[in-house]
């Protein structure tokens, strides 16, 4: 948010842990897209090792189905920049928090770029 362009509204949102606090009960849209380079070295265009990425958002770290955001996506190729995103509607208490959280079942590093975003929005109670 420091940066050009960027920006931020309320409270809820907590740069250092990467947290978004709900401050009254009720549905919110969340959206998180993720800039990502995988760091296995092998050779452009070969398979990466385990081939698929999950990125899921969750409320109070608990990734269970139906109480939580995920897509999956394919690893084409190592070593390139690919963006994966998720997005959707969750129901959360007053206080309860939300993050973002990769499952990097291709056993590569990963590293997770600048310009990638994460967002929640108040739709009702």
């Given at each position: 948010?420091?940066?050009?362009?960027?920006?931020?509204?309320?409270?809820?949102?907590?740069?250092?842990?990467?947290?978004?606090?709900?401050?009254?009960?009720?549905?919110?849209?969340?959206?998180?897209?993720?800039?990502?380079?995988?760091?296995?070295?092998?050779?452009?265009?070969?398979?990466?090792?385990?081939?698929?990425?999950r990125v899921l958002i969750?409320?109070?770290?608990?990734?269970?189905?139906n109480s939580n955001l995920?897509?999956?996506?394919?690893?084409?190729?190592?070593?390139?920049?690919?963006?994966?995103?998720?997005?959707?509607?969750?129901?959360?208490?007053?206080?309860?928090?939300?993050?973002?959280?990769?499952?990097?079942?291709?056993?590569?590093?990963?590293?997770?770029?600048?310009?990638?975003?994460?967002?929640?929005?108040?739709l009702g109670v």
């Amino acid at each position: 948010p420091e940066m050009e362009g960027m920006f931020y509204r309320g409270s809820g949102l907590n740069l250092t842990s990467g947290q978004y606090t709900a401050p009254i009960a009720g549905y919110y849209t969340f959206t998180a897209t993720l800039h990502i380079v995988s760091r296995e070295q092998r050779r452009k265009g070969q398979p990466c090792r385990g081939n698929h990425l999950r990125v899921l958002i969750c409320v109070q770290s608990c990734c269970q189905r139906n109480s939580n955001l995920e897509t999956v996506s394919q690893l084409e190729s190592c070593g390139d920049l690919f963006t994966i995103s998720v997005t959707g509607v969750l129901y959360m208490q007053a206080g309860q928090y939300a993050s973002v959280f990769v499952d990097n079942a291709a056993g590569s590093t990963l590293t997770i770029q600048s310009g990638s975003d994460f967002s929640a929005i108040l739709l009702g109670v």
